[in-house]
């Protein structure tokens, strides 16, 4: 007897390929991909072939190509041979993070460019974040931090891969978000790499992400939240604070400038700044670090809004 194939509902097939379910409506809607089945009480039900189709038009998208010819590039390939769920780590990723370093290492502008840019054909946009940008990063800052390289190295390849970063940010941008997060870098941050890192990944689940850069005092902060409203204020702390008093009084201006909003602090110095102020502050919270958790609480704290 021939196995009946396996079917998904829509808030699964979202978690599998990290599209957000009014996403995959407005898809199947505007561009007819997919066009999954129905239950008997008309929920969608989406077979394997459905999610290798909304795969694919993701990766497509994230790569620039618009949407009309992103839908009939998928409409004529025929189904993925990889198993739904299966995802093997491309070795090719991995020699673009070798490349990178490499010209890094050699302060090869011109090389470090064309291997950075050519990783963004190789994988999503979120992708291209966890497992070219973010582990290039941290190669070349153990190498400054051994001192292997030196700060022109560092500051090289930062400049090249926050520009790619920006480039990728303005593509993924969803056409029509429901809701708005705000991210900026607290007032002694140099490096805008986390929050650009993060609103790549916010704006591939759907969100409307809108980035206020370095060193953003809370004073314009307050102003950005008055005028866009978000759902959500994402601040990066990478460098902890000088004094517990110091981190203390600056969370609090930060907390003073969201209002009703809530405010969650992300990397290195994040936890610092949060129990330099007690530990607990009303409607202020560390990220989680895992994507997935991030994700979920994103997700619960935009729908308390």
Known sequence: MAREPELFRIQVVAEMTGVRA????????????????????????????????????????????????????????????????????????????????DATRRLDAEALERAARGAMAMTSASGLVADVVTPALHRIGAMWGSGELGVAHEHLATHVLEGLLRDLHRIVQPQHAPRTIVLACAADELHGVGPLAAGIHLSTWGYRTVLLGIRTPPDALAAAVERLGPAIVGLSVTVPPTSRRAGAALLDAYAKAVGAAPLVLGGQGAQAMLQAAGGAVAGVEVAPVALDALRRRIDALAAGR
């Open 22 to 101: 009014p996403t995959l409506r407005a898809w199947e809607k505007r561009y007819g991909i997919p066009e999954p089945g129905r239950s008997s009480g008309a929920y969608r039900l989406y077979s394997p072939e459905d999610v290798q189709q909304i795969q694919r038009f993701r990766d497509l998208r994230a790569r620039g190509v618009a949407p009309g010819a992103a839908a009939e590039i998928v409409r004529h390939e025929g189904p993925a041979p990889t198993p739904v769920g299966v995802v093997a780590r491309d070795e090719g990723l991995d020699r673009a993070v070798d490349a990178i370093v």
